[in-house]
Structures are given as structure tokens and as C-alpha cells.
């Protein structure tokens, strides 16, 4: 049974810094390009930052200097580290494959990990 499930998510003040965990189960992570996501109330989900099979990063411009994204595929799990953390940065974030998993035709998303940003 294919299975993402983030994880790392909390209340902390702007500035303060946080670490998410993905950890897939039932596929081997190690194949994939894999992304992290938000999505903010009332906004549609967009994504974050993203890291191919061999280990090339890329970050959406409004978290450049303050995310990192990386892999450790003997864990089958996919990090990214969040610091110098900002209000706007409030959301529920997840992981996926790129492009995303779909399971019995239907697009498959982990429950995510709500992250907020008190200012």
C-alpha cells in the first residue's frame, strides 16, 4: 500500500526554524523526483522545492536563502528544512512524487503537516 506521510509541522515565532519529514512507504522514493508543497487557506497548492533522482535542488523564489530540500533514500524519506521562517509562510505542507502520485486513477496526497508562523 503506497503511503506518504509528512511529518515536523508546529507553531513557531518568525525567524524561528523547523524541519519536515516525508516518509513514503510502498514505493521506492529513490526513483522519483520529489517535491514539497503548501497550500495556504483559501490558496491553491503550489510548490515549494523539489529534488531530482540524483540530487538536484530547486526552490520557488520566495524561499530561496531560508529552505533546503534533501533525500536520504536508504530511509525512503524526503526532508526539508525551513529556517529564518515567516508569517506568510503558514500553511499545510506535503510531499509528493513529480509528477504526483495517482492511485486507482484518482491523485493521491499524504494528510500533510500544518506549519505556522506566528508573528
Known amino acids: 500500500q503506497v503511503q506518504l506521510v509528512e511529518s515536523g509541522g508546529g507553531l513557531v515565532q518568525a525567524g524561528g526554524s523547523l524541519r519536515l519529514s516525508c516518509a513514503a512507504s510502498?514505493?521506492?522514493?529513490?526513483?522519483?523526483?520529489v517535491g514539497w508543497y503548501h497550500q495556504a487557506p483559501g490558496k491553491q497548492r503550489e510548490l515549494v522545492a523539489s529534488?531530482?533522482?540524483?540530487?538536484?535542488?530547486n526552490l520557488a523564489e520566495f524561499v530561496k536563502g531560508r529552505f533546503t530540500i534533501s533525500r536520504d533514500n536508504a530511509k525512503n524519506t524526503v526532508y526539508l528544512q525551513m529556517s529564518r521562517l515567516k508569517p506568510e509562510d503558514t500553511a499545510v505542507y506535503y510531499c509528493?512524487?513529480?509528477?504526483?502520485?495517482?492511485?486507482?486513477?484518482?491523485?493521491?496526497w499524504g494528510q500533510g503537516t500544518q506549519v505556522t508562523v506566528s508573528s
Open positions: 509528493n512524487t513529480i509528477p504526483n502520485l495517482r492511485i486507482n486513477g484518482r491523485d493521491y
Open positions: 510502498g514505493i521506492g522514493f529513490m526513483f522519483d523526483d
Open positions: 529534488i531530482t533522482v540524483g540530487g538536484t535542488t
